[in-house]
Nanobody, 124 residues
């Protein structure tokens, strides 16, 4: 099994920044491609960003392109999501996910492992 633990969420004003971290433990070699998703109250879970094993392949949702950056440190089994110029509509619970494939995906069903989530609240 793989355990994913998110950290770094919190309350920030619009225009501010946060950095989320997602550390993998257990059979972490199975956590190859990694992704971030978010879910706002009353809404479906939506894709935010994903990164492949080497870090050279990344995907972003149109709503966060140019503001969010996903990266990874394989030596630490950790993936990061740097969020800049945050907007109130970014408010959600952010989930880290991992899959056994090398190439990332924006489809939640393709991910095998999920973290518990971390709350991000952006005030206007």
């Amino acid at each position: 099994q793989v355990q994913l633990v998110e950290s770094g969420g919190g309350l920030v004003q619009a225009g501010g920044s946060l950095r989320l971290s997602c550390a993998a433990s257990g059979r972490s070699f199975s956590a190859v491609a990694r992704g971030w998703f978010r879910q706002a109250p009353g809404k479906d879970r939506e894709f935010v960003a994903a990164i492949g094993l080497s870090g050279s392949t990344t995907n972003y949702a149109d709503s966060v392109k140019g503001r969010f950056t996903i990266s990874r440190d394989n030596a630490k089994n950790t993936v990061y999501l740097q969020m800049n110029n945050l907007k109130p509509e970014d408010t959600a619970v952010y989930y880290c996910a991992a899959m056994r494939r090398q190439l990332p995906s924006s489809t939640p069903d393709e991910y095998t492992y999920w973290g518990q989530g971390t709350q991000v609240t952006v005030s206007s």
